[in-house]
């Protein structure tokens, strides 16, 4: 098959998929078998200070395009974690290391033990959980995101990514590139999480798919492949300094091709792989492959970030 081997951040992987955080990294058997599969790397379940239950169920729903979601942070808590980057096997895969702290005093104090564990795992600080009842995503209140941003980079010796909410507004790409680029730290952007608050509907029964938030929950899935890719690309554009790790919507090794062609680095999977399990990834790389060799590219980097535009 093709070289899909590619670097990021100077790390060997060996194709440019991994799972999206969230999805089949709750527990250790979850990520023993992404450490298994043929991702090219893996993240955890964005971690809390302490281990959460999450909303009420039912709270995943499969739609006919993608999915709807309102977990609300499940996650056995930031320790479990820390221990599971210390017994990963980092020649195998990188890890990456989502955090999703509630408070910033939690985040600063999640991430000042990442720093003594000194483990090889990148951290990716998820600025935009839309499921937690009460809590707005950090990354929609640009001041916000500078503070943070701020705090963190002083408190962290090392490069950083944020996963970041999709945005609609031009104007918005702008203000939040210039507010990233303010921090060197910021080596990655990781575009997007979940649409938010979206609302699916039962036909037969004239109610809401899922229990929490009155059935307001994260929009997943094909659904929002343009907006990830805009997303991609915007930041891609905006910040030459910074790798772009795409997410959202991917389902083939088309929509893969498309993210990197936007500009991405690595291609996140999120609802096909919570509905296909990491087996998706043998049929992503086939397909990534396959298109490469129609297309006559040898390497990812032969067309990595090279989208025309009319
Ligand atoms: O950042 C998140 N995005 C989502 O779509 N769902 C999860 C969650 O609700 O835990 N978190």
């Not at 093709?2 to 670097?7: I, N, Y």
Request: proline share 5%; charged share 20%.
């Amino acid at each position: 098959m093709l070289d899909l081997s590619t670097f990021f951040l100077g790390r060997p992987l060996t194709a440019p998929l991994m799972n999206a955080s969230g999805v089949w990294c709750n527990v250790n058997s979850q990520l023993h078998a992404l450490a298994e599969s043929e991702a090219g790397a893996m993240v955890t379940k964005s971690c809390t200070l302490l281990r959460r239950d999450g909303n009420p169920e039912p709270r995943y729903h499969t739609l006919t395009m993608g999915s709807i979601n309102s977990m609300g942070l499940p996650n056995e808590g930031h320790q479990y974690y820390l221990d599971y980057a210390e017994r990963h096997d980092y020649e195998n895969k990188p890890l990456f290391f989502s955090v999703a702290g509630l408070t910033l005093d939690d985040n600063l104090t999640i991430v000042a033990q990442i720093q003594d564990a000194y483990t090889p795992a990148l951290l990716e600080l998820n600025l935009s959980c839309p499921n937690v009842p009460g809590k707005a995503q950090i990354a929609y209140d640009f001041d916000a995101l500078d503070v943070i941003l701020a705090e963190i980079s002083s408190a962290y010796s090392r490069p950083f990514g944020v996963k970041l909410p999709p945005y609609f507004d031009i104007a918005h790409f702008d203000e939040v590139a210039d507010i990233l680029n303010r921090y060197e730290k910021v080596n990655f952007i990781t575009c997007i999480n979940s649409i938010g608050n979206g609302l699916m509907i039962d036909m037969e029964s004239e109610t809401v798919l899922i229990k929490p938030k009155q059935g307001f929950g994260g929009i997943g899935g094909e659904y929002v492949l343009p907006t990830a890719l805009a997303n991609v690309n915007a930041f891609h554009q905006r910040c030459p300094k910074k790798s772009i790790i795409g997410c959202g919507g991917v389902n083939t090794g088309e929509h893969v091709f498309m993210h990197l062609l936007a500009g991405a680095s690595i291609v996140q999977v999120g609802t096909a792989l919570y509905e296909q399990g990491p087996d998706i990834f043998v049929r992503l790389k086939a397909e990534l492959a396959q298109i490469m060799q129609e297309k006559g590219y040898k390497t990812i980097r032969e067309f990595q970030g090279k989208l025309k535009t009319l």
